[in-house]
T-cell receptor
Framework: GAVVSQHPSRVICKSGTSVKIECRSL??????MFWYRQFPKQSLMLMAT?????????EQGVEKDKFLINHASLTLSTLTVTSAHPEDSSFYIC????????????FGEGSRLTVL | QKEVEQDPGPLSVPEGAIVSLNCTYS??????FMWYRQYSRKGPELLMY????GNKEDGRFTAQVDKSSKYISLFIRDSQPSDSATYLC????????????FGTGTRLQVFP
C-alpha cells in the first residue's frame, strides 16, 4: 500500500484563489519532504525541500511567496499555491524519504491543479 | 549537457518482448541509481535501487549499472500491457535523497 499520501488528487480553481495540497507520510516520520512540479512529457522538477521545524529550501527560480510550504509535523507537509494563475496549472508531486535515504524515497499520487 | 540523459520515447513493443530502457550520465560521482515507474497521472513508484556497479534482478526486472561507461539500463522480460508507463531513472552521488537527479523518463507502450 501507499506509504505517502497526497491530497487532493485533482483540484480546479479560479484565478486568484489559493490552493492547499497535503502530503503525509503514513508509516514513517519524515523530517524532510520534497515538492516537485511536472509538466507533460517532462521530468520531475524539484521545487523545494520541506524541513520539519524550519523554513523550506527553495530551488532557484521558484517563488517562495507564491508556493508556501509548511512542514507542520513529522508526517505532514503542505504546499499552498497562493493567488493561482493559469500558468500555475501543473502536476504537483510530493515525496518523502524513509530514513532520509535516496533508495527509500516514496512519492505521493500527485495533484493535478487546473487554474481557470 | 544535462547531468542525466534519457530517451523520451515512446517505445512501443509487443507483449512478451524484452524491453531495454537506458540512461546516460555525466557525473562520475554518481553511485546510487534508481528506476521508477510512473503511470499516467500518478506519482512515481520505486522499482529498483542499485548501489555502484553491477546487476540487480527482481522478478522480471533487471537493473544494470556500468559506471565505466556512465550508463545504466533497466531490462523488462516478458513485458506485459500493464508495464505500459513512463520509466524514470534517478541517480545521486549521495546516499541522501536531497541530491537525487532524475531523467526525463521514457514512455513505454506494450501492446497485446
Amino acid at each position: 500500500g501507499a506509504v505517502v499520501s497526497q491530497h487532493p488528487s485533482r483540484v480546479i480553481c479560479k484565478s486568484g484563489t489559493s490552493v492547499k495540497i497535503e502530503c503525509r507520510s503514513l508509516d514513517f516520520q519524515a523530517t524532510t519532504m520534497f515538492w516537485y512540479r511536472q509538466f507533460p512529457k517532462q521530468s520531475l522538477m524539484l521545487m523545494a525541500t520541506s524541513n520539519e521545524g524550519s523554513k523550506a529550501t527553495y530551488e532557484q527560480g521558484v517563488e517562495k511567496d507564491k508556493f508556501l510550504i509548511n512542514h507542520a509535523s513529522l508526517t505532514l507537509s503542505t504546499l499552498t499555491v497562493t493567488s493561482a494563475h493559469p500558468e500555475d496549472s501543473s502536476f504537483y508531486i510530493c515525496s518523502a524519504p524513509r530514513g532520509g535515504l535516496s533508495g527509500e524515497l516514496f512519492f505521493g499520487e500527485g495533484s493535478r491543479l487546473t487554474v481557470l | 549537457q544535462k547531468e542525466v540523459e534519457q530517451d523520451p520515447g515512446p517505445l512501443s513493443v509487443p507483449e512478451g518482448a524484452i524491453v531495454s530502457l537506458n540512461c546516460t550520465y555525466s557525473n562520475s560521482a554518481f553511485q546510487y541509481f534508481m528506476w521508477y515507474r510512473q503511470y499516467s497521472r500518478k506519482g512515481p513508484e520505486l522499482l529498483m535501487y542499485t548501489y555502484s556497479s553491477g546487476n540487480k534482478e527482481d522478478g522480471r526486472f533487471t537493473a544494470q549499472v556500468d559506471k565505466s561507461s556512465k550508463y545504466i539500463s533497466l531490462f523488462i522480460r516478458d513485458s506485459q500491457p500493464s508495464d505500459s508507463a513512463t520509466y524514470l531513472c534517478a541517480m545521486s552521488a549521495s546516499i541522501w535523497a536531497d541530491k537525487l537527479i532524475f531523467g526525463t523518463g521514457t514512455r513505454l507502450q506494450v501492446f497485446p
